[in-house]
Structures are given as structure tokens and as C-alpha cells.
């Protein structure tokens, strides 16, 4: 089955002022593949990841957690 696609969590990631994945990647030390798998519904992030997107995005935890 495929996943669905978290266009929510790519539009927050855009609204934070990021023009790419890979900008956004640069930003909290993440690898862009590993962001790239969590908006396509692939992968659910580890506690690190997380927290780096949470607050690379500038938002909550409970938030985040809306938008996977």
C-alpha cells in the first residue's frame, strides 16, 4: 500500500521560509532523503528528527504530530 503524502508538513516546511527539502535539510541537520521519506509518508521520524523539524518549522510537538 502506498503512503500518503504529507503536503501539510511540505507546506509548513515552505512557510518557514525554505524554498526546498534540501534548504530545509541544511537548516536542522538532518539528511534531505531522510526529510524527503517523511513527506512522502515513507518514514515516521525518530525523537531527533522530530524535534529538528518541530523546531526548524517553528512549531509544537503536538503540532508536528497534526501534520504526520
Known sequence: M????RYKL???IHSS?????SEFAGRIGVDVS???R????WVIPNEVEHQRIADGIGITIQKLDELL
Open 2 to 5: 502506498k503512503p500518503i503524502y
Open 10 to 12: 511540505r507546506g509548513e
Open 17 to 21: 521560509g525554505c524554498r526546498s527539502l
Open 34 to 36: 531522510v526529510i524527503s
Open 38 to 41: 517523511i513527506c512522502t509518508g
